[in-house]
């Protein structure tokens, strides 16, 4: 079984930075694709940014240049630096994996977001 735990969501005023990461149960190496989504209100779930096993990175086109998604071998962990925020990446942030020899998606349970003066 696979185990992801994100941390670091908040309020925060547009503008400003947040670092959300995301604690997996496995070696951070060992998963296919990690990756972080995003759900507004009444919006669909929708792909934030993604790093692969070989460490390609790739980026929805509203926060390229402003978010960076990093792993951290140390802590095992996934990260997303967000800077620049605005009003409009006000959403719950999930943390996704994709494990094993079948590729099965992992989910962890969701970090709120909110970018507001």
């Known amino acids: 079984q696979v185990q992801l735990v994100e941390s670091g969501g908040g309020l925060v005023r547009p503008g400003g930075s947040l670092r959300l990461s995301c604690a997996a149960s496995?070696?951070?190496?060992?998963?296919?694709?990690l990756a972080w989504y995003r759900q507004a209100p009444g919006k669909q779930r929708e792909l934030v940014a993604q790093i692969t096993k070989i460490g390609t990175t790739n980026y929805v086109d509203s926060v390229k240049g402003r978010f960076t998604i990093s792993r951290d071998n140390a802590k095992d962990t996934v990260d997303l630096q967000m800077n620049s925020l605005k009003p409009e990446d006000t959403a719950v942030y999930y943390c996704?994996?994709?494990?094993?020899?079948?590729?099965?998606?992992?989910w962890g349970q969701g970090t709120q977001v909110t970018v507001s003066s």
């Open positions: 496995r070696s951070i190496f060992s998963f296919w694709v």
């Open positions: 996704n994996g994709r494990w094993g020899t079948i590729a099965r998606d992992y």
